[in-house]
């Protein structure tokens, strides 16, 4: 398709790329995916090898070649990170599986929390904050949430959780088996009046295959076999639910998709009008070359889109669909904060099974519980989930305990099999020192200068971690742990997301609720770039839900691709 214009054209076949794919080429659209990575097979991503996967990180290793760069505050020189994954089906592939939706107040943080009184009441402190409700809600994306359900396989169920938005459909599949970590938290939990349910996971419980009316081409899968080495590795049985696995090959088989792989885009094209004309990128044999195209999707992940539209020129200007000034701005993560508990006489044996079989509580998302005096709105997810592989936990170390020799190793031999973690996952929120901006100083292996994030988390974040260390002991004191200690609040978030915000005003947003740019029609970006604010849950079911949403808008607007 190199000389034809093509109507869609992907940048970044990720998950989020993997369902446009499907989606838009099964509508007989003619699609060009570009990935960066490779096109992994099992024997490259699932060998259960953790000095391969964990400490060596060997699915970042084409990311070595293009990092990101980080610093806390413009006064320090950026270092290099690499937070993310290069390859075909994208992050998905060594992703942990907790699937979660949005409720229904996640997406009115502006309406619901500061003009409602509750930040006033709350007495938060939120100057520098850039805080604008989503353009659309929970009803808008519930459909989509059951399509994603639906197609990859999510295993769900039990209690419910009585924080959350209504469901047209139950899950597909019944939820995955319990463990002693899960059973000691929900006790806790339980003893102290909150509610705790078991979350869904993008993992199999059992054999699926989607029926109608969800996609039937996706093939069947079988259940999870409970190894432990699901975070970043791929699943070795195919359980563990990615894009790779489901919506590509079904968009491959079409015939409606022309993919290239170990391919890098550099550029977005557009002409005098400034209207987008397709994208310019690396062969993987280095040579540049021009892909033209109706329609634009940004596809790669939260660094990688805001570092596009920033290297682009549009009407001869640099920077892309960005008469806000918005692109780049209101980054932002979660913040995991870990409490840990040792039990002397009971065994826990955390590792076993799929790190997303997990036990969580909701009680202090969000804003579901007062906040009047807190000093902060929002919150956090509390779980415990699986606590993974030795070399996962070599640094899990309490005070006190000396970090080297016979002591360090005595310590681990009876404290691995007999402790685990609760986490909380705390939200942040955007903030106008928070930003990617590109790096001045470093540039990849493609002589392209790289993303540099700059990146605190600021007062509303430090009080509401301070709560939530606190809720942590008490949480893990309630099972009964013979010792507790807790992470340090990190300078480094978890889970990015923001920088091309979305919104109702083109003013304040660099894209509509359907991720289209409102400077430039053919332009679209999608992900979690485009969240305004977080919550306190992982964010792919909501990314994968706005991405089947964005699909049915392309196909509706038939005029585009006559
Ligand atoms: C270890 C780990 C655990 C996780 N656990 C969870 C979890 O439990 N629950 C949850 O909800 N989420 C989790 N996530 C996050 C989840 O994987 C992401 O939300 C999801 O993959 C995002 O999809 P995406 O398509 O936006 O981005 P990605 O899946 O990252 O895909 C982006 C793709 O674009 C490609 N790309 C980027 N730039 C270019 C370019 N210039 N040219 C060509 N290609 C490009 C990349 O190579 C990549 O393949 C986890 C992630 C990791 C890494
Ligand atoms: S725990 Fe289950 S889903 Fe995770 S890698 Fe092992 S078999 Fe796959």
Redesign the pocket.
């Known amino acids: 398709m190199a000389d034809e214009i093509a109507d869609v054209c992907l940048?970044?076949?990720?998950?989020?790329?993997?369902i446009l794919a499907k989606e838009l080429a099964t509508a007989g659209l003619k699609v060009v995916g570009?990935?960066?990575?490779a096109a992994l097979t099992r024997e490259d991503y699932a060998v259960r090898d953790s000095i391969h996967f964990v400490v060596r990180n060997a699915l970042l290793d084409w990311v070595r070649h293009e990092p990101t760069t980080f610093r806390n505050s413009p006064d320090q020189r950026a270092v290099l990170q690499f937070p993310?994954?290069?390859?075909?089906?994208?992050?998905?592939l060594?992703?942990?599986?907790?699937?979660?939706r949005f409720s229904p107040d996640d997406f009115k943080v502006f309406s619901g929390e500061i003009a409602s009184g509750v930040a006033a009441r709350a007495g938060a402190d939120l100057a520098g904050y850039e805080i604008y409700d989503w353009p659309i809600g929970y009803d808008d994306l519930e459909p989509y949430y059951e399509r994603y359900e639906w197609e990859f396989g999510v295993a769900g169920g039990g209690d419910p959780n009585p924080f959350a938005g209504p469901r047209r459909r139950g899950y597909p599949l019944p939820p995955l088996r319990t463990s002693a970590r899960m059973e000691l938290f929900e006790q806790a939990c339980k003893k102290l009046g909150y509610h705790p349910y078991q979350s869904a996971a993008?993992i199999l419980s059992q054999p699926y295959r989607p029926a109608a009316p969800y996609d039937s081409r996706i093939e069947e899968r079988t259940a999870c076999a409970y190894c432990g080495h699901c975070?970043?590795y791929g699943c070795h049985v195919g359980a563990k639910t990615s894009?790779l696995e489901t919506v590509i090959p079904v968009a491959l088989s079409t015939g409606n998709v022309d993919l290239h792989t170990n391919?890098?885009?550099?550029r977005i094209n557009s002409d005098d009008s400034g209207k987008i004309t397709g994208v310019s990128?690396f062969t993987p044999q280095r040579e540049i070359k021009e892909q033209r195209a109706r329609v634009v999707i940004l596809?790669?992940?939260v660094f990688?889109n805001a570092r596009?539209m920033l290297l682009s020129e549009n009407k001869g200007k640099a920077g892309l669909a960005n008469s806000s000034g918005a692109v780049g701005k209101g980054v932002f993560a979660h913040a995991d904060l870990h409490t840990t508990g040792l039990f002397d006489d009971y065994l826990i044996n955390g590792f076993i099974g799929p790190n997303?079989a997990a036990i969580r509580m909701d009680d202090f998302n969000g804003n579901n519980f007062d906040h009047t005096g807190l000093g902060f709105i929002r919150g956090g997810a509390f779980a415990t989930g699986g606590d993974g592989t030795p070399v996962q936990r070599y640094d899990n170390i309490p005070p006190g305990i000396r970090r080297w020799g016979k002591e360090y190793k005595e310590f681990l031999a009876h404290a691995y099999t007999r402790t685990f973690s609760i986490s909380a996952t705390t939200e942040a929120l955007p903030h106008s020192d928070n930003l990617i901006d590109i790096d001045p100083d470093h540039k990849d292996d493609w002589g392209i200068p790289v993303p540099r994030v700059t990146f605190a988390f600021k007062q509303n974040e430090r009080k509401l971690q301070r709560h939530f260390l606190a809720l942590g002991e008490t949480l893990m004191r309630g099972t009964g742990a013979s010792k507790v200690w807790q992470s340090r609040l990190p300078n480094f978030g978890s889970?990015w997301a923001g920088g091309i915000r979305m919104g109702a005003d083109p003013k304040t947003s660099v894209v509509n609720g359907y991720g289209q740019s409102h400077d430039i029609d053919n332009l679209f970006v999608?992900?979690?770039s485009v969240f305004p604010t977080l919550t306190g849950y992982?964010?792919?079911?909501t990314?994968s839900a706005l991405a089947y949403r964005t699909a049915e808008y392309i196909m509706g607007q038939r005029d585009w691709f006559k």
């Open positions: 940048v970044g076949v990720g998950m989020v790329g993997g570009f990935e960066r990575g993310t994954t290069n390859a075909l089906g994208g992050r998905m060594t992703w942990t599986g907790q699937s979660a993008g975070n970043f894009a391919s890098k885009v550099f990128y596809c790669g992940f990688e596009l997303s889970r999608m992900g979690a992982p964010a792919t079911a990314i």
